[in-house]
């Protein structure tokens, strides 16, 4: 989706690095996510933000931090604290309060962990 | 109980049958549900959303049943570009299904 912009679209850290993940976007969405997917996996909600200056937890937000500064930019940091890190981590966003609206992706960052 | 479950399958079709999915939801209040497709290694791309009357986008047929709570993809006639993965997700609560697999063979 021209309107997300995921990057790196590959990255390769070592066990122990703090990394941040940018996700920006010129949709002018409230609300963005961010999702983790492992292979052959679904989607698992890791934070969201429905509006700037706040975020909250999802399903599996241990070893993860947010910040909300901005309306365009969602980064996620994947910490040391988090055991898997290697996965596919997407970012979307979306309408707020304006009823059936769908989600945006981005490209998705593809994060390696040796 | 997870909030949103789909079969993981995987279905294997020939081309040309009719395949159906279900993905069931446990949030009652649930308002606003969509399709996705997948592609391997690639975002998750919006399909069709699904309204509660039931609706249909050329192939593609997505119809809501709120007393069973769950939600359906028709794909009739498939064809060899359907293979991907679908996902379902409920929109109240962001949460997607695992998603189902589909290969449509020649």
């Known amino acids: 989706d021209g309107g997300i912009t995921q990057s790196p679209k590959y990255l390769f850290r070592k066990e122990g690095q703090n990394v941040t993940l940018s996700c920006e976007q010129n949709?002018?969405?409230?609300?963005m996510y961010w999702y983790r997917q492992d292979p052959g996996q679904g989607l698992r909600l890791i934070y969201y933000?429905?509006?700037?200056?706040?975020?909250q937890k999802g399903d599996i937000a241990e070893g993860y931090s947010v910040s909300r500064e901005k309306k365009e930019s969602f980064p996620l940091t994947v910490t040391s604290a988090q055991k898997n890190p290697t996965a596919f981590y997407l970012c979307?966003?979306?309408?707020?309060?304006?009823?059936?609206?769908?989600?945006?992706f981005g490209n998705g960052t593809r994060l390696t962990v040796t | 109980r997870k909030e949103v479950e789909q079969d993981p399958g995987p279905f294997n079709v020939p081309e040309g049958a009719t395949v159906a999915f279900n993905c069931t939801y446990s949030?009652?209040?649930?308002?606003?549900f969509f399709w996705y497709r997948q592609d391997c290694r690639k975002e998750p791309k919006l399909l069709m959303s699904?309204?509660?009357s039931g609706n249909e986008d050329g192939r593609f047929t997505a119809q809501l049943n709120r007393a069973s709570q769950y939600i359906s993809l028709l794909i009739r006639d498939s064809k060899l570009s359907d293979s991907a993965t679908y996902l379902c997700v409920v929109n109240n609560d962001m949460r997607f299904g695992a998603g189902t697999r589909l290969t449509v063979k020649p």
């Open positions: 933000s429905q509006i700037v200056n706040d975020f």
């Open positions: 979307a966003t979306g309408r707020q309060g304006q009823g059936n609206s769908p989600l945006h």
């Open positions: 699904v309204y509660s």
């Open positions: 949030n009652s209040a649930s308002q606003s």
């Open positions: 949709l002018n969405h409230d609300a």
